[in-house]
């Protein structure tokens, strides 16, 4: 055989090699199908803790509303997340002629650990940061609103990847229902 020929079998065995080990990789939608039915009531069944601060009240909010559809807190949790975050604003463009910031920035960082109450096991756990750029303006008023509504925004994008990071880990819980075993 000649080199050109084992070259051009060589690229298409190759190939072929590649297509069959993407077939045999499935993906699927988080919330698509049958599974995605049992994940959504899964996150439904989310009980977060009681907020220290205000932006662990907004991120807690929003992963209310995230989780449960707009339907308001589980009444029968059956998971348990304990969450935390605080937010720090800095100054970024300092005005040397008037020594005041023209911009700044605030992060939000929040830590969840996620808990199964039956046996108190840790299914997940992280902390995740979300940044949120602002103008500050010269009155004193609209700069504390300012920094308000930077801490509100940076929460709501922490709350969605939370929400991802907990529908992640209860996507690989068990089924809440174990289909029962066949009569021999």
Do not use: W
């Not at 055989?1 to 297509?19: P, Q």
């Not at 975050?85 to 970024?92: G, I």
């Not at 609103?145 to 922490?158: M, W």
Request: glycine content about 4%.
């Amino acid at each position: 055989m000649s080199r050109s020929r084992l070259k051009a079998l060589a690229l298409s065995l190759g190939a072929l090699a590649a297509v069959s080990m993407l077939a045999s990789c499935q993906v699927r939608p988080l919330y698509g199908g049958a599974e995605g039915t049992a994940l959504n009531a899964k996150m439904h069944e989310l009980a977060f803790s009681v907020p220290t601060t205000p932006v662990a009240q907004y991120v807690r909010n929003e992963l209310i509303f995230l989780t449960s559809g707009g339907a308001g807190e589980s009444i029968n949790a059956r998971y348990d997340v304990d969450l935390s975050a605080f937010a720090v604003t800095s100054e970024l463009l300092q005005d040397d002629s008037s020594d005041t910031a023209s911009a700044g920035r605030t992060i939000v960082t929040a830590d969840f650990a996620l808990r199964r109450r039956e046996d108190n096991k840790l299914l997940a756990t992280g902390r995740r940061r979300a940044t949120a750029l602002l103008d500050f303006p010269s009155q004193e008023f609209a700069k504390l609103r300012a920094i308000r509504d930077a801490e509100q925004r940076a929460s709501r994008e922490v709350a969605e990847i939370i929400n991802a990071d907990l529908a992640i880990a209860l996507n690989e819980e068990p089924p809440l229902d174990l289909p029962k075993p066949l009569a021999e």
